[in-house]
């Protein structure tokens, strides 16, 4: 909404203002800046928690308050609310005053309170009239909440749909399941994929919940108690209740949270944590499936044709994208313990130590899931399947996963199924012998082709290894999910999924 400017991480980092009109490619290279800012995270997500945006938020928050004052009859001058209207936005100029204000007041908030002042004269002895700096800055946290589960939620949404085409397409390709990380019995490229759908849901279904639930501070007072504003209506308690009603109503909220300190409770964030974060935990076990599947070369996420692999060794095809969301993951899994001791430390209606580790901490988690779901959209809508390579691998162990239809169909023909077991041990030792220590093939079925023991069965043998013989019900399962509940899920947001295009990295 407002110009493109850095996330508010890389300027607390910085300690430095952006100016107006800088963008990130175009920022000074001599202060640190946060990676997530200059390399991961979109432009919109970033703008949400820049610090135009913050203190442009703020000075909306006054203009809502002085409304509904005067709408509940206090007596603010038009011309003062024309004035703050006209300059809701903070200009360099008023960034400026600002901080020279706050290095003599040691107080944000009121070092913005009196730069308003400034840009609006007429409104300067209205301004935060009965609030305290929470109804600014707690109020505009959940402002900045909102939009950002509001942005992560339909990117999300995208890659779940990636996954659901992508399962439907490989639904019926067999591939070798692992337990263990060993050779399992059989599943199929696309059942592999509805697992990893199925715990992103868990996640959409989770954030949608919290985002749901989210409420507004409103007008409560210093300790929660709404004395100030009590006074201000000259007790009429019912003055208070149309005040927050009108305050939710401007800010896009349903309510307020029926019980405030100074504060909202600080274990709002931590709800909200818990479900974005449990995201990144998700983002980092699907990439560890994919790097895997890339080193056994099954499997392999995009890859363009001029991308280097290594410095030194020219022919790698490193997953570098699913190790960025690895890594992202990680960060991001393990943010609910700040935030939980950040709730768990408050001290009765409020104590500011919970002050600078949220303004870290709350634009990170965002930053990061946002991050995270760009380079998963980019990965997901671009993974390459090598068919070969899974058939080859599947050869190599579907041998041994047959001997049981083998000898049932050696009962079927009146031969000892005690006498077959012990057979097919032998060979099948001899067999794995070869590949373990020959580094051959499996032979097992050429060996048994050989044996006299089970001349009964040769004709069956080749139809008796068929991978489709071996995937169950995994086919039918995918079709079940994907175009049932994810489908339905889906359809939420058709309207955000027909106008998304793929995520694009350029770095």
Request: hydrophobic share 40%; proline share 3%.
């Amino acid at each position: 909404m407002y110009s493109c400017l850095g996330g508010f991480l890389g300027q607390i980092l910085s300690h430095t203002h952006v100016p107006s009109g800088s963008c990130k490619h175009h920022r000074s290279l001599t202060v640190t800046q946060t990676p997530l800012s200059t390399r991961y995270a979109s432009q919109e997500m970033m703008t949400i928690f820049s610090a135009r945006e913050r203190a442009s938020t703020w000075r909306q928050l006054w203009v809502w308050l002085a409304e509904a004052e005067k709408e509940l009859g206090l007596p603010i001058p038009d011309e003062a609310l024309d004035q703050m209207r006209a300059n809701v936005v903070v200009s360099d100029k008023a960034f400026s005053v600002a901080r020279d204000y706050e290095s003599k007041f040691r107080h944000d908030v009121m070092a913005h309170v009196h730069a308003y002042g400034e840009d609006a004269p007429a409104a300067a002895g209205h301004i935060h009239l009965g609030a305290t700096s929470c109804y600014v800055t707690d109020n505009a946290d959940l402002i900045f909440q909102q939009r950002a589960l509001d942005l992560i939620l339909p990117k999300l949404a995208k890659v779940i749909k990636n996954l659901q085409e992508f399962a439907l397409k490989y639904k019926d390709m067999p591939t070798l399941g692992f337990t263990h990380y060993q050779p399992a019995q059989l599943i199929t490229v696309g059942k592999r994929a509805a697992q990893w759908i199925q715990e992103l849901m868990m996640d959409l279904e989770d954030i949608e919940t919290v985002r749901k639930r989210l409420q507004f501070r409103g007008a409560q007072g210093t300790t929660g108690s709404q004395a100030t504003f009590l006074e201000l209506f000259n007790g009429d308690a019912g003055k208070i209740v149309q005040l927050n009603e009108i305050l939710c109503k401007k800010a896009g909220f349903p309510s307020t949270y029926a019980i405030s300190t100074q504060t909202y409770t600080r274990k709002v964030d931590l709800r909200v944590a818990n479900a974005v974060c449990a995201l990144g935990a998700t983002a980092e076990r699907i990439c560890s499936d994919i790097r895997h599947l890339a080193n056994l070369k099954e499997m392999e996420e995009p890859f363009e044709k001029s991308q280097i692999g290594s410095s030194a060794m020219a022919y790698k095809r490193n997953p570098m994208r699913s190790e960025r969301i690895t890594a992202l993951g990680r960060k991001l899994a393990r943010l609910p313990a700040n935030f939980t001791a950040t709730f768990e430390t408050q001290w009765f209606e409020r104590t500011l130590d919970d002050s600078a580790i949220r303004r870290m901490d709350i634009p990170e988690m965002f930053l990061l899931a946002d991050s995270i779901l760009l380079a998963l959209d980019n990965v997901t809508n671009g993974l390459v399947i090598y068919p070969n390579v899974i058939r080859s691998r599947i050869d190599q162990e579907l041998p041994f996963m047959a001997t049981e239809s083998i000898l049932m169909k050696l009962a079927a023909h009146g031969v000892s199924r005690q006498d077959a077991h012990e057979e097919i041990r032998v060979l099948s030792h001899q067999a794995s012998d070869v590949v373990k220590q020959q580094g051959g093939r499996n032979d097992l079925l050429e060996r048994i082709k050989k044996h006299e023991f089970f001349k009964p069965v040769w004709d069956d043998i080749d139809s008796l290894v068929d991978p489709k013989l071996f995937i169950g019900n995994c086919a039918k399962i995918v079709e079940d999910y994907c175009n049932g509940e994810v489908a339905a899920k889906l359809a939420k947001y058709k309207e955000a999924l027909d106008e998304a295009s793929t995520a694009q990295l350029s770095i």
